[in-house]
């Protein structure tokens, strides 16, 4: 089975090349539908099928950073992107992004990326798990009590409300996004913007694992406005994110070619699938995406603890990461069809 692996020049390893079309087809699907790159599978993905942490963290960004502006372009023209609140978070971004590949490349330097990267991702894996279902579980409380009130339930409550606490907030300069209908302090989309970059050159993500909740439960984004304007920071993060790595010797081009034809053509289905599966449906989608991301990265990490088991754990974190790709994948595509179907019925009802 030797013309299954393909030799990477700059990473030097052999790589499962279908690997690679799964996860660039899948994530491109993924991304496009929950407003990210999708490197918070495509990091532990590359890193499970074989490449070295700091190689798999440059390789995904520079495959991420032209999906993501294929699905902004798409967003766009559906009217979920408020490219002011983009722009306004680049300056965030773009410093704590090469505050956080420093931190990356002294990392490395004293043999400890591998384990440090692994744990920040399990920890935020599980932060964000804990904040998704949270929310889903007190807004369907509202829900219960408006019903038993005999109140009309309101379709734009959330179950965690931060950002009203953080609009109170009124450090000049204040600024309208309309697009987002949101009025606060230009400081708050600039502090989470450095927060999510950081994060970003550290994991190796555009930082839509965390932008995509932040806009939602700190700055107060719908959540379809949410998913693209993540996106077009997804998009110009990585540009600057792929140019750093490549500098520095860490993007395995290759790899990250075979991806990008892949993911070009999922990021067309994730994008329109937005259109027909909105709100609460994105969030729960989110969120069981990001415990089976959770479970695959600590089978990588209970070798270092249990190394009689480290076989057997390679082999379950690949299939798990590789079937999580796909079935995601195959959700979205599945329900865009459904709700593309409807809306032909509907339209040919009504004529």
């Known amino acids: 089975m030797e013309w299954l692996y393909i030799l990477m020049p700059i990473a030097g390893v052999k790589i499962f090349w279908p690997g690679l079309i799964i996860l660039g087809i899948g994530v491109g699907v993924i991304g496009g539908f929950f407003g990210m790159g999708g490197a918070w599978m495509v990091t532990p993905g590359l890193n499970i099928l074989g490449f070295p942490m700091a190689f798999a963290i440059g390789t995904d960004i520079a495959h991420m950073a032209g999906k993501s502006l294929i699905s902004t372009m798409r967003h766009g023209k559906f009217g979920n992107v ?3 609140l983009g722009i306004i978070m680049l300056v965030g971004t773009v410093v704590g992004f090469e505050v956080g590949a420093q931190m990356i490349m002294w990392l490395e330097r004293i ?5 440090v990267v692994r744990w ?3 920890g935020l894996l599980g932060f964000i798990t804990w904040m998704v279902f949270t929310d889903i579980a007190r807004r369907k409380a509202k829900d219960k009590a408006a019903i038993a009130a005999g109140q009309e339930v309101d379709k734009n409550a ?15 300069p204040m600024v309208h996004l309309d697009v987002a209908g949101i009025y606060c302090s230009a400081w708050l989309p600039i502090a989470v913007s450095f927060f999510t970059g950081w994060l970003a050159g550290i994991l190796g993500i555009g930082g839509g ?3 995509m909740p932040a806009l939602i439960y700190l700055v107060g984004c719908p959540t ?3 998913v693209g304007t993540d996106l077009f920071e997804v998009a110009i993060s990585g540009l600057y994110g792929a140019a750093s790595y490549t500098y520095k010797g860490r993007t395995e081009l290759v790899a990250a070619i075979i991806m990008l034809v892949g993911a070009a053509m999922g990021a067309q289905v994730g994008a329109v699938a937005t259109k027909y599966i909105k709100g609460y449906g994105i969030r729960i989608a989110f969120g069981l995406a990001v415990i089976g991301c959770a479970i695959s990265v600590f089978l990588k990490l209970l070798p270092v603890y249990v190394p ?3 076989q057997i754990c390679d082999i379950i974190a690949t299939y798990m990461i590789l079937g999580l790709v796909s079935a995601l994948a195959l959700y979205i595509t599945i329900k865009m069809i459904q709700g593309a ?3 032909i019925a509907m339209k040919k009802a009504k004529a």
């Open 111 to 115: 043999g400890k990326v591998d384990m």
């Open 120 to 122: 920040i991702y399990l």
């Open 341 to 343: 179907k409807n809306e």
């Open 82 to 84: 408020d490219y002011k």
């Open 158 to 172: 959330t179950g965690l409300e931060w950002h009203k606490t953080l609009h109170k907030i009124k450090i000049p």
């Open 308 to 310: 009689s088991i480290s």
């Open 209 to 211: 694992l965390i932008r």
């Open 224 to 226: 379809h406005v949410a």
